[in-house]
């Protein structure tokens, strides 16, 4: 064993940080320190180019598609300085979902059709998997894409697609073999612009829509949008979430948030003394810290393949609820911190354009609109309770 | 002991279910929230014309005399429908600071109150304020010939953009406490910043410049004040209280229902005793919160302050924690819709955020307890 950063990592480090010094304003920083949903998708689009420019867009795509070579130790350091630096967090759909699956599964023209623009930031994803009847039960979904020549012909609904409404392109899950239960489902690339897409804004808890309904009215999508062979998406999803096996542990963010939440009990005030000085608000905000810490030593024996105990397979699902339980601990403790001031509702424009004064400090706005937003970080993704399902098999045989 | 509800109770609940049931649909709360106000003067209307603003008014002013438990019964089940109202600011919180005020100002109001005429809430927080029960108190009152100048900045006012009176809090230099004072919205020197909070309410900063007030708009002197404005706040605490467990009951119920009839593997989710322990655990965390209510309910006129504040401290911390898991899990077993605007389940959470938040969160009234010991088990 070898638990220290090797001195390269550490200059590394100290690389991205000054890239990030140099490349971020004041404004974009305040943006994305506010943590809304959806952020601000200029900036992802800008900040996405700025990094092309250096090659570093892509750290989850191969070397030879654009892809930055980085171990995993070295992208965790990436993200991390990112985050913290509050560079505009880039949309995963494209560049960490279908950018991968493209690149393994894609035909030819399809890595060069869709790749530079991925890694440009001009082309954004959104990710049709969820329906109205088929949330947890994926399998079950119902949309078809029925083959008419050299073009399928796409019926059905989505729901919840995260960004949906801006973005440009869409990969889903489509039934081409309507004969199967559960097999004859394939994925699809659909641009979202054809006629026959209807796009509804789902307005959220916290006031703001970023999932999006999308009705697919006998949409005529290319032959050759079609991902491999037929009835073969399983197989692809499957790729895809090993890949993102560590992101729902939400490490980066986590790091954030207890950076957020020490700025504002240093300026909070509790019996009067800051409240960061509070013995019962310590105890807190120190278990929370712990427990992170914790988390990130998880999320690097998952990095680096460490051996383990229990079926490596479950690990995921391990990061996925520990890691959401802690977004919901986190956000909680950060309003908590604010006390009233908590109350006021900030919309994401709100939160960007905020007269701040000293009854509305800088450190408001976005905090309760993240707390409320992130009670679905238990529900999206393989929700806590599918994920408790899962452990059981994969390491019980339960 | 008897925890039946009285024909009159009885009564007043059946009143309010059928109301909320009728005429408070989620789509009519979230244009209220939309509003100016932040609440809906229809509702507001049919407030006064049941009796229900003067429910706990005294006789002299139109009221009905009735209790706490009384309010917290009619609130219940407003909670259950999302009903957000002035209801206990004005007619429950500021009632209560000018009935035990001997003003002669007071008493006129207080008939106005009944009627909803009058909606008066209380300015009392300022910058950087935790709590009701411990602010500090910043803001000026001097005196002057014939009266009172008040100065200083109020925020989290609750209706303050809609209220047409404030009980402010102000203290005098030289004096040790704070006075409370009423003053009309209107008065000169008064600015108002509205502002939506989360649960679609309204609140403002109220800004108060030099506003002169008569003598008689000192409500309480600050020998009394803090004293009488801690009950005022016991009586805003239990009752809003009642109020998220009206709120809980509704999410039991939204959420089994959604369970049976929403299905995933081909079966109901109520089938997968996951779901059903959870839906338990809900029910055993209500109970609780229902349990700790009454115990606040039996405490609220008791004479010893130090029981009085137990069972009310006590009573905030754990409704409100039985709440957040309650609500919490609510969302959470009804998926994405779980987490929208478009359905109740939401709503509800971020009303019981808002109860969290006012009058000292938690930490603050578990703090409060410990400071009081329990009374150690008597031999019988
Ligand atoms: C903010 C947000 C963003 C999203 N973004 C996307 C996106 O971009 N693309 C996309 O395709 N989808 C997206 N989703 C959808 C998400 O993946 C689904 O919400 C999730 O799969 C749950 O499905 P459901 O909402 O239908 O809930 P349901 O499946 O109906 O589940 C309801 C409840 O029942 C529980 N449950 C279900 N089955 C079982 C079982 N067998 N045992 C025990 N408990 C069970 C669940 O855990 C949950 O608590 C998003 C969702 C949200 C909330």
Request: glycine fraction near 8%.
């Amino acid at each position: 064993m070898d638990l220290q950063l090797s001195p390269d990592d550490l200059a590394f480090r100290d690389e991205v940080r000054a890239f990030l010094r140099e490349n971020l304003t004041p404004e974009v920083v305040y943006r994305s320190h506010t943590e809304v949903h959806p952020p601000n998708e200029e900036d992802r689009r800008w900040w996405n180019s700025v990094l092309n420019r250096k090659g570093w867009a892509a750290p989850s795509l191969p070397v030879e598609y654009g892809g930055t070579g980085w171990s995993p130790i070295r992208r965790g350091i990436f993200e991390r300085e990112c985050r913290l630096a509050g560079a505009p967090e880039l949309r995963w759909q494209g560049l960490r979902l279908i950018g991968p699956v493209i690149c393994e599964f894609g035909s030819e023209d399809q890595k060069k059709r869709y790749i530079p623009p991925i890694l440009e930031g001009t082309e954004q994803w959104a990710q049709g998997f969820s329906e109205p009847g088929a949330g947890s039960d994926l399998a079950s979904l119902k949309s078809t894409a029925i083959l008419d020549g050299d073009k399928y012909i796409v019926n059905g609904q989505k729901i919840w697609t995260t960004e949906a409404g801006y973005s440009e392109l869409g990969f889903f899950l489509v039934r081409t073999d309507t004969t199967s239960k559960h097999g004859g489902i394939s994925m699809i690339i659909i641009d979202m612009s054809s006629p026959g897409i209807t796009v509804r804004p789902i307005e959220m808890i916290n006031g703001d829509p970023s999932t999006f309904e999308v009705f697919l009215d006998n949409v005529e999508v290319p032959r050759e949008n079609l991902i491999g062979e037929p009835g073969t998406a399983w197989q692809q999803t499957k790729f895809l979430l090993a890949n993102e096996r560590t992101s729902s542990a939400d490490i980066d963010k986590a790091y954030g948030d207890l950076r957020r939440i020490r700025a504002i009990a240093r300026r909070e005030h509790k019996n009067g003394r800051p409240l960061i000085e509070d013995p019962g608000f310590r105890q807190r905000l120190t278990q929370l810290e712990l427990e992170v810490e914790a988390l990130e030593w998880s999320v690097l024996r998952v990095l680096c393949n460490a051996p383990s105990h229990h079926p490596s397979a479950a690990s995921a699902s391990v990061l996925k609820i520990k890691g959401s339980d802690l977004q919901h601990k986190l956000t909680k403790l950060a309003t908590d911190a604010l006390g009233p001031r908590a109350l006021r509702l900030y919309t994401r424009e709100q939160a960007f354009n905020a007269q701040i004064s000293a009854l509305w400090p800088g450190y408001v706005p976005g905090v309760t609109h993240d707390m409320l937003y992130m009670r679905a970080c238990s529900i999206y993704g393989g929700s806590r309770e599918i994920q408790k399902n899962i452990i059981a098999k994969i390491a019980f045989a339960m | 002991m008897d925890f039946a509800l009285t024909d009159e109770q009885k009564m007043l609940a059946d009143g309010a279910a059928r109301y909320v049931r009728e005429r408070c649909d989620l789509e009519s709360r979230r244009k209220a929230a939309a509003s100016e106000d932040g609440f809906s003067r229809r509702h507001w209307r049919h407030f006064a014309d049941q009796g229900w603003l003067a429910l706990t008014l005294p006789e002299a002013a139109g009221g009905l005399e009735m209790t706490v438990e009384d309010m917290s019964i009619l609130v219940e089940e407003l909670g259950r429908g999302l009903v957000c109202e002035p209801l206990v600011d004005s007619a429950v919180t500021c009632a209560h600071l000018l009935s035990a005020s001997g003003s002669e100002a007071a008493r006129a109001i207080l008939a106005d109150i009944a009627t909803g005429e009058a909606i008066v809430t209380l300015a009392h927080l300022e910058e950087g304020d935790h709590s009701e029960y411990d602010a500090p108190v910043a803001s000026r009152a001097e005196r002057i010939d014939d009266g009172w100048t008040l100065s200083g900045t109020k925020t989290c006012v609750f209706y303050g953009a809609s209220a047409t009176h404030f009980v402010v809090s102000a203290r005098n230099n030289g004096d040790d406490g704070y006075g409370l004072f009423l003053v009309a919205a209107d008065a000169d020197g008064i600015r108002r910043e509205g502002y939506s909070l989360i649960d679609g309410t309204r609140a403002a900063d109220v800004h108060f410049d030099n506003v002169r007030v008569p003598a008689s708009a000192l409500l309480h002197e600050p020998a009394t004040a803090a004293t009488v404005l801690e009950s005022a706040l016991d009586r805003a605490v239990v009752i809003f209280g009642a109020g998220v467990v009206g709120s809980m009951e509704a999410v039991l119920e939204l959420t089994s229902e959604y369970l049976k009839t929403r299905e995933q593997y081909g079966k109901p989710l109520a089938s997968f005793q996951a779901l059903k322990h959870r839906m338990s655990e809900m029910l055993v965390e209500t109970e609780q919160a229902r349990s700790a209510l009454y115990s606040a309910l039996a405490a609220i006129d008791s004479d010893d302050g130090q029981r009085r504040r137990r069972a009310i401290s006590g009573a905030k911390a754990l409704i409100a924690q039985s709440g957040h898991f309650v609500i919490g899990e609510g969302i959470q077993l009804h998926g994405g819709i779980g987490v929208t605007e478009e359905y109740a389940v939401g709503h509800h959470f971020k009303a019981l955020i808002v109860y969290d938040k006012r009058f000292g969160d938690s930490d603050f009234h578990i703090e409060r307890c410990g400071q009081i010991p329990a009374e150690e088990p008597q031999a019988p």
